[in-house]
């Protein structure tokens, strides 16, 4: 059991990403309903309504006031559910409160759950999306008062998240989502990335048009610009984010072979001297791809770890059926396959062709694929 002290944060064991937490007679009971039907969580209630069954069913339980626990909560878990009244949660989670970026989601639940109300970090913290799936579990009704969602439009600082973009500056985040809820004209100028960003059952509104092309975007004019693109913009470009949110899509992979030993500096160094020629972010890499012969390779692990890539290999046999323009004996005679990095890049990237076929430098050879997204 938790024991609540004044100027202590107690000790919690975190099993999942989410507390449920209870002070109640029926918030206990539908404490209990959200723990064993939703999945990542765990469950908190005062020692009072204990059933004997909580260390069975990983149930912490606590002593004095709820209001203690929230520190620790807010230190481990990235949505807090409170099953207690609004105005309550109001003033015990106050002077917890630092950034929207950092904060969790607080969703509330009134204690005969019928109404979820997302409380904190309703976009960055997940909280509407997570009032949206407690709402359904217990057929109550979900309250969200975000303009974007009750508007039904692009939730500015969530644009492409399902899909791994990523902004380069959240400078602009708050001007920008101001045009788009006040239905000024808004341009989604998209280079690249994938096109279903829309997820609504309503027309995307009238103020929102698309663009394949900043320059097509200028001639029709616009107040705020959302730009999706894996491409390092021009001096002469960078206007359009006066009052704009640059994306970067997760749509770059990169085909990598190596000398057995390589450094992970080096290899890092050839990774963002290749994508500064190219005037590619390295914020739109997905991924490392290779040979199996280097699943292990030390160097490669280390950069994939260092920018949060996904590592993919392939047998000698998978990189032969990829028809490549720099077929080497000498890489078939060490490896068994034709190729590495060009045939890997292809493989994991799905793209017809290369934007880079093949760059050897010192130890390292990369070839660099964009994933077509249409």
Known sequence: MIALQEGEVPAVTQRGDYAVVAIT???VELARKLGSSFQNSDVYYMSKFEKGDEEDNGIQLFSGSVRLLLPALFQHYKGIIIIISLGAVVRMIAPLLKDKKTDPGVVVVDD???NVISVLSGHIGGANELTREIAALLKAHPVITTASDVQKTIPVDLFGKRFGWVWDSAEKLTPVSASVVNEEKVAVIQESG????WHYDTPIPENINSY???????????QAALVVTHRLLKEEEKHVLNNGVLYRPKNIVLGMGCN???????????MLETLEELQFSVKSVRAISTIDLKKDE???LQVAKKYGLEFSYYTPEELNEMEIKNPSETVFKYTGAYGVSEPAALLKSGASELYLEKKKSGNVTISVAVIPYN
Do not use: N, Q, Y
């Open 25 to 27: 007679k029926h918030g």
């Open 112 to 114: 005969k759950g019928e």
């Open 194 to 197: 994938e096109r279903g960003w």
């Open 212 to 222: 394949s092309s900043i320059e097509e975007a200028e001639k029709d004019g616009f």
């Open 260 to 270: 057995r030993g390589t450094s992970a500096f080096e290899i890092e160094s050839v």
């Open 298 to 300: 030390e160097g490669l």
